[in-house]
């Protein structure tokens, strides 16, 4: 594959910060709905009920730097550094998570086939975020490159380590909030299993909406 010029590369990375905006508005929706959100970001948000002195992006930043050294863990000498751009990205994720927190406030949510709603809505637009970053194709994730690192290092597929993650995600979570609450259940409900079992769905159909056209784009071939 010939190397990408600079133009491509510039657009890549904008693309990528598009789709962590998106991302991360997908998951403030969610939050708002207050029915759980995505396994990968319930242990902060449950963290985030505990701990409020953090706002949830702040906590979301704790946690990928968490995953983030994570990586470096598993992988060792094999860490890529370009990888470390995680780390701002991270933040930014973060920072767009507490904007979206703030937006999101203004939209009445007492009744629960709004809230159900909410969860939908934001799932999609989650959704659309990660397959916005996917496309971009420079950094991954924390979440998504903890899961690669695992997979490659132990020589498995990628699904059945990322189904496997998500899973310890919520057990995690529940864990944390019986702890934290008193034995109640807190932050992790139907929307976190909404969540999970539609954004790989949303994905799918996102990427066969908009492959094509955005890496037209990214080349130039518009």
């Not at 990968?40 to 953090?54: G, L, Q, T």
């Not at 949510?109 to 975020?129: D, H, K, S």
């Not at 994730?141 to 020589?155: L, M, P, R």
Request: proline fraction near 3%.
């Amino acid at each position: 594959m010939d190397k990408m010029s600079k133009q491509e590369l510039v657009k890549r990375y904008i693309l990528l910060v598009i789709g962590l905006f998106f991302s991360a508005l997908g998951v403030a929706i969610t939050k708002r709905g207050d029915l759980g959100v995505s396994p990968i970001s319930s242990v902060a948000n449950v963290v985030a009920e505990k701990f409020s002195f953090f706002s949830l992006g702040s906590w979301l930043i704790v946690w990928n730097c968490v995953l983030i050294l994570g990586q470096m863990i598993v992988l060792r000498k094999n860490f890529n550094p370009i990888q470390l751009l995680q780390i701002p990205l991270s933040f930014l994720f973060g920072w767009f998570t507490d904007f979206g927190v703030w937006a999101a406030s203004f939209i009445p949510a007492e009744i629960y086939p709004v809230r159900l709603l909410m969860v939908f809505v934001g799932t999609v637009i989650l959704g659309f975020g990660i397959t916005l970053c996917v496309i971009a194709n420079v950094v991954m994730n924390s979440g998504e490159a903890f899961v690669k690192a695992i997979s490659d290092t132990a020589h498995k597929n990628f699904g059945s380590i990322k189904i496997g993650f998500d899973v310890c995600c919520v057990v995690a979570t529940v864990a944390l909030s019986l702890v934290f609450f008193h034995f109640n259940i807190v932050g992790t409900r139907e929307g976190t299993i909404i969540a999970a079992l539609l954004t790989g769905f949303v994905i799918k159909l996102f990427t066969k909406l908009i492959q094509a056209p955005a890496t037209r784009l990214l080349h130039g071939n518009v």
